[in-house]
T-cell receptor, first 113, second 116 residues
Framework: DGGITQSPKYLFRKEGQNVTLSCEQNLNHDAMYWYRQDPGQGLRLIYYSQIVNDFQKGDIAEGYSVSREKKESFPLTVTSAQKNPTAFYLCASSSRQGEYGYTFGSGTRLTVV | QQQVKQSPQSLIVQKGGISIINCAYENTAFDYFPWYQQFPGKGPALLIA?????SEKKEGRFTISFNKSAKQFSLHIMDSQPGDSATYFC???????????????FGSGTQLTVLP
């Protein structure tokens, strides 16, 4: 079945540590996105990528980095510069055609310990 | 940059009742306006989407009403069921001038509880 796989489901980060969240899709979608979800604040865009080897900052990119070396993969690194990283992180992809907008992964819950 | 305001933040409805969630957006846009449903610990799933040149779209118990002149759209859930209890997000595509393709801006979400 086509879809988006995010891993791990739960991740714990120590202070000052960088961590990387994985996102893989087999939908042949060109565009991929990372959103952060906090209670009561909806989804906020961190980074997005329209094609391989190209990505753009979203509304809250500070403290995060991404890469897009393959069409299927869009990993997100939460760096030590991100002061409040505890959140639910969602990866999504989209096609340029049709009404279906985004397909989301099942998310990664990151907690600072 | 697109802006979206969603209300109410939370909603409690009796089984069989009608749930109504409202959204307002700022910048004119020409791509689809989707609604997503999210259960705890899961990613959002597309529920229904509407083109801005259509005033209403119905799929089963779910209806989107779209008012382009007022820049408002709403989700109506008819005959609400306990299984509909979830968080609902509206989203708007970029305005004409953004140059971005399908970079959605989401509302803050509505937590719906349907009582049995």
């Amino acid at each position: 079945d086509g879809g988006i796989t995010q891993s791990p489901k739960y991740l714990f980060r120590k202070e000052g540590q960088n961590v990387t969240l994985s996102c893989e899709q087999n939908l042949n979608h060109d565009a991929m996105y990372w959103y952060r979800q906090d209670p009561g604040q909806g989804l906020r865009l961190i980074y997005y990528s329209q094609i391989v080897n190209d990505f753009q900052k979203g509304d809250i990119a500070e403290g995060y980095s991404v890469s897009r070396e393959k069409k299927e993969s869009f990993p997100l690194t939460v760096t030590s510069a991100q002061k409040n990283p505890t959140a639910f992180y969602l990866c999504a992809s989209s096609s340029r055609q049709g009404e279906y907008g985004y397909t989301f992964g099942s998310g990664t819950r990151l907690t600072v310990v | 940059q697109q802006q979206v305001k969603q209300s109410p933040q939370s909603l409690i409805v009796q089984k069989g009742g009608i749930s109504i969630i409202n959204c307002a957006y700022e910048n004119t846009a020409f791509d689809y306006f989707p609604w997503y449903q999210q259960f705890p610990g899961k990613g959002p799933a597309l529920l229904i989407a509407i083109r801005p040149d259509v005033s209403e779209k119905k799929e089963g118990r779910f209806t989107i009403s779209f008012n382009k002149s007022a820049k408002q759209f709403s989700l109506h859930i008819m005959d609400s069921q306990p299984g509909d209890s979830a968080t609902y997000f509206c989203a708007a595509p970029p305005g004409v001038s953004s140059g971005s393709a399908r970079q959605l801006t989401f509302g803050s979400g509505t937590q719906l509880t349907v009582l049995p």
